[in-house]
């Protein structure tokens, strides 16, 4: 079991960032690529952005490509996610996810066996 608590998330002014964290326990925290997802109001919950085990690979959705930073220390068992440049749109529920190294990448929410409970952020215009 991987337990994830994710925090940073509040209410911000358009153009303004946000750094959100991601802090697991349980199993051993490298040994897990770290994904972000979102879900806003009467949608979907959809992929961010994600980061390999070792942290040397990252990938992002288009939406948030050049504005968005996902990153990790292994030694603090977090991962963050480092948002610039916010939009109105950019408003939901920000959840991280654990997916176990060896089952490879994914940008899908089935993908990931581990969530956390999630953290409000909200982009006023």
């Known amino acids: 079991q991987v337990q994830l608590v994710e925090s940073g998330g509040g209410l911000v002014q358009a153009g303004g960032s946000l750094r959100l964290s991601c802090a697991a326990s349980g199993r051993t925290f490298s040994s897990y690529n770290m994904g972000w997802f979102r879900q806003a109001p009467g949608k979907e919950r959809e992929y961010i952005a994600a980061i390999s085990w070792s942290g040397g690979n990252t990938d992002y959705a288009d939406s948030v490509k050049g504005r968005f930073t996902i990153s990790r220390d292994n030694a603090k068992n977090t991962v963050y996610l480092q948002m610039n440049s916010l939009k109105p749109e950019d408003t939901a529920v920000y959840y991280c996810?654990?997916?176990?190294?060896?089952?490879?990448?994914?940008?899908?929410?089935?993908?990931?066996?581990?969530w956390g409970q999630g953290t409000q952020v909200t982009v006023s215009a």
């Open positions: 996810a654990a997916r176990y190294k060896t089952l490879g990448w994914s940008t899908q929410t089935v993908g990931y066996e581990y």
